[in-house]
């Protein structure tokens, strides 16, 4: 997987949250949605380059040539739209630190119609990296009807990692549900880490392939408990749902990290009483590289 | 324009307003996101097929084939992935009444790999229509981690109206941006009508065309502050911000209904001092076939 | 239980909600807080006297003279002091159909220290009843470092009717919980009906008296699930968890039709699996005039 | 001024955000409402005491008298009442470390009629602090409809400063309102510090005393726009609107930080175009024994 992190900001904290609302809508799947792409925090006036309230952002995709097509097309229509905002790159370093990049304002500029200009700023200093040497950052000023449109040229992108994941069981779908949204509270705040799925979660694990040939990926019968008497299921006794937590990550310690927090605040939340078991999906062995061993995960969180 | 409108029900307010989040983002332009979606209003447990909180979405395409690709896309990604949703036609009324269908389980079911089941319902008698005739309603119930996603089989599709829009001019940009909330709040409770944009309003009005090949629209300059003294200008003396609200609508009337709150509400924001004009924007004349004329509409009003 | 109505506005919804929260807060017992005070809806701006965006309240207290003490102090300290904010009654009607006032601007106007303004209208029309005859409206204009605090001279109160309530018994906390958000849901578009607990709902049912001299009112065990060995429980087999939503209103009939539509989202939500039973306290026949019959409401309903 | 430190937790975010609204609801001035309260920030699962989502609450009052009756009777009617919902001390530390205690379930056990059971734990480890020896934390677990309500014996206070303030002076009020929201938004992530205004900030400053007899506290015409020509004003030419955040704080590095933060992040959200003037509120020096001079803070900032 490619990453890239970016910065939204805007004269006060609702546009910008509508902002990132709509640059990141419809995009939990690599595959059908392109990138996958949620909010990673939210940041404080004195956390962003033009130090206005703000949200940063981390996308993936399955390739960098589409986080370079996606990611322009979706700043595009919901951050260069939306009133008083700004694009930065959320990855600090020019291409000497990454020389892989995905466009901004190279871009977006060109809506400017002529009329845009560009600046150089030799110094950075913003942002939680420096660049190993330095270089100049290029902002395009965009005119638009509330005045100016600032937005970086462009953005370095790195690899990074999608899919770890952990599974909650549970008695009924109620406390399962609390239990999935006291992991995903304990996995907002933490850096390098998203959950694409609405609300940060999903019910519909899948397994590669389907007896319909056209389709990529179908329901995973082993974890769906209404199929419970009609196929092998993988549920043990007494689970009456389900829900799973994808999440893509920057390394695999920010996954492994943001697993075992997850976990933690999931038990804390609905106790013995409520879950049958915690798990993990490994696609039949299909999909990935990477395995996050949810043992060695919590056993390593107590050493 | 085709529209077609969906019902989005959930176990609690929370994951319905996550799934209609992800469902509606990235959807403020037929051109660039293949759909304009926004959520039309929230709807009370007493007002959906299911008696659960739920919300109703407006969708619009240039196209009846756009729509019937756009939706079950979407809907797969964002609707059937989040836990305890259900989705429901917002239209009333079978094929006697709209012939033109949006597949919605018919699509999605075969998520179930075989293990869906088919539910016909004949009497509907719910939401705000009646179909002309007695036709069943098919459901699908496709087992999921959580139980099994219930989804109606398809949703009519209608004619439409896109585009529709006004155009607010004032001294600051935060006097423009309050007159503009207040104009999006007066809006968000009416029947019929979406602002898609982010927060419900755009700052990067556009003018048909630009001096770059491959560019279909770009900044429209003369309405533009920064540019007063570059270009011709169309803003009024003292003019220092502009945002424009984008309206799609089931109809003439409600967009026209909507333009007059609109403009009733932004007015009565920030008065005389803050705004220095309202107008709309008709694209040179190269666009639409509808016109709302502003001062007919607030006339008519007061009549 | 005597229960007035005030409309806040605001320049935009992030104020006015704003302003309400702390009007609000701490105010869930007539008893410890002097007043039952909630949101009773938002509204538009084509529903409020200044055509911003509003919101309405209902407060209820024991006696006239609380009312008349609490409103005043608390909106000194919660609208007064919020920016952009104005105050009016939300009881339609002067003296001859609202003989008994609580003081709002009569109160509130000497903070302006002798430079506020009083200002007559006599026609009013707005909002959703009409005076028996016509009689000047007097709003107060008090000098504020925004401008000026525009806010009603009084408004009527009236009687009413506190202490409505069901209690929802489930199989788990989860499941309790989602029943009672479907029912505060259903609640929430109610006109003349409030649930001024946090959330809408309460787990701290209480019998009358105590052993402890000094307390008014202490658990009532046979609801605690902890205590079901302990006590005589009146908790149905398999009951894990118990919830009670309270209702005040400003009729019978309204919480009547709350507490029906209360229930049947409950059950819509979780279902039979998941509750266990729905009653209504009756505090030992202690307290109240006024008895809700579940079981009629819920006939009543269907007939 | 006395502070204390809450610590509410709850099984999802929601029920916390409730409880909260409710615990810090009418709680803007030590005079009118015995406390100033407000949430100082979100607590992350890891973060709190029992593994669950939580919020962070300080409480001021001018006497510890006032502060040991105030909080109890609000956590009775907030916290205890609220399901899920858990209170803990947020000063972590014994009678050793603050000698000076404020009741939590030392008065709220009795709601327990006689069942309410204590647990003892003598290590805690938990929190931002250290006890400077090992001291028994003790809880109480109260039978309530939804399990137990376990809430924290006592919470240690301290002494405190209340009443720092920084005021916006600008141009229009919605560009005051920009530069508000912005330096509140910088403010939030602070610990220790708390603004505990409606939105953060008030509209209604106040000289001490009135041409009234009987109130303390009036408009300060100096800082009324409206009031401009009729009063000796302190406004600088073009202001017309004026708003002022007020914070209390756990000590006055604490306070200094937050308006250094608040007044860089006013200033970066409107810029020169949108404010007048930024100014300290002295009342006459009548009020307060600290002084925070503003271009100490900002210069000091600098160096």
Same mark, same amino acid.
Not at 21 to 37: N, Q
Not at 126 to 144: D, F, K, N, S
């Given at each position: 997987?490619?990453?890239?992190?970016?910065?939204?900001?805007?004269?006060?904290?609702?546009?910008?949250?509508?902002?990132?609302?709509?640059?990141?809508?419809?995009?939990?799947?690599?595959?059908?949605?392109?990138?996958?792409?949620?909010?990673?925090?939210?940041?404080?006036?004195?956390?962003?380059?033009?130090?206005?309230?703000?949200?940063?952002?981390?996308?993936? %995709?399955?390739?960098?040539?589409?986080?370079?097509?996606?990611?322009?097309?979706?700043?595009?229509?919901?951050?260069?739209?939306?009133?008083?905002?700004?694009?930065?790159? =959320?990855?600090?370093?020019?291409?000497?630190?990454?020389?892989?990049?995905?466009? $901004?304002?190279?871009?977006?500029?060109?809506?400017?119609?002529? &009329?845009?200009?560009?600046?150089?700023?030799?110094?950075?200093?913003?942002?939680?990296? #420096?660049?190993?040497?330095?270089?100049?950052?290029?902002?395009?000023?965009?005119?638009?009807?509330?005045?100016?449109?600032?937005? #970086?040229?462009?953005?370095?992108?790195?690899? %990074?990692?999608?899919? =770890? +994941?952990?599974?909650? /069981?549970?008695?009924?779908?109620?406390?399962?549900?609390?239990?999935?949204?006291?992991?995903?509270?304990?996995?907002?705040?933490?850096?390098?880490?998203?959950?694409?799925?609405?609300?940060?979660?999903?019910?519909? =694990?899948?397994?590669?392939?389907?007896?319909?040939?056209? /389709?990529? %990926?179908?329901? &995973?019968?082993?974890?769906?408990?209404? $199929?419970?008497?009609?196929?092998?299921?993988?549920?043990?006794?007494?689970?009456?749902?389900?829900?799973?937590?994808?999440?893509?990550?920057?390394?695999?310690?920010?996954?492994?990290?943001?697993?075992?927090?997850?976990?933690?605040?999931?038990?804390?939340?609905?106790?013995?009483?409520?879950?049958?078991?915690?798990?993990?999906? +490994?696609?039949?062995?299909?999909?990935?590289?990477?395995?996050?061993? /949810?043992?060695?995960?919590?056993?390593?969180?107590?050493?």
């Amino acid at each position: 997987m490619k990453m890239t992190r970016l910065i939204v900001t805007a004269a006060d904290r609702q546009w910008c949250e509508a902002a990132a609302a709509a640059m990141v809508g419809f995009g939990t799947s690599v595959i059908a949605c392109g990138v996958e792409i949620a909010v990673e925090r939210e940041l404080a006036p004195q956390e962003t380059p033009d130090g206005r309230p703000g949200v940063a952002i981390l996308a993936f %995709a399955v390739s960098g040539k589409e986080l370079e097509e996606q990611i322009p097309r979706r700043a595009g229509q919901c951050i260069l739209t939306c009133p008083t905002t700004a694009l930065y790159a =959320g990855l600090i370093g020019g291409p000497s630190v990454y020389p892989k990049r995905v466009p $901004l304002g190279k871009t977006l500029r060109y809506f400017g119609d002529g &009329n845009q200009i560009s600046k150089q700023i030799w110094s950075t200093g913003l942002g939680e990296g #420096e660049p190993t040497e330095t270089e100049a950052t290029r902002y395009w000023r965009v005119p638009v009807m509330d005045g100016e449109f600032v937005c #970086e040229h462009d953005c370095g992108r790195t690899e %990074a990692i999608g899919g =770890g +994941n952990f599974i909650l /069981l549970g008695r009924s779908i109620e406390t399962v549900v609390t239990a999935c949204r006291a992991a995903v509270a304990a996995i907002a705040p933490l850096s390098g880490v998203i959950t694409p799925f609405p609300g940060g979660a999903t019910r519909s =694990g899948s397994k590669v392939g389907s007896k319909y040939a056209s /389709l990529f %990926a179908s329901t &995973n019968e082993g974890f769906c408990p209404s $199929l419970r008497e009609l196929t092998k299921t993988e549920l043990p006794s007494g689970t009456k749902a389900v829900l799973e937590i994808v999440l893509d990550g920057a390394s695999f310690d920010a996954i492994a990290e943001a697993i075992a927090a997850g976990v933690v605040a999931a038990c804390e939340a609905v106790g013995g009483d409520g879950l049958t078991g915690i798990t993990a999906g +490994n696609y039949g062995g299909k999909l990935g590289r990477h395995h996050f061993h /949810l043992h060695d995960l919590m056993t390593g969180r107590e050493a």
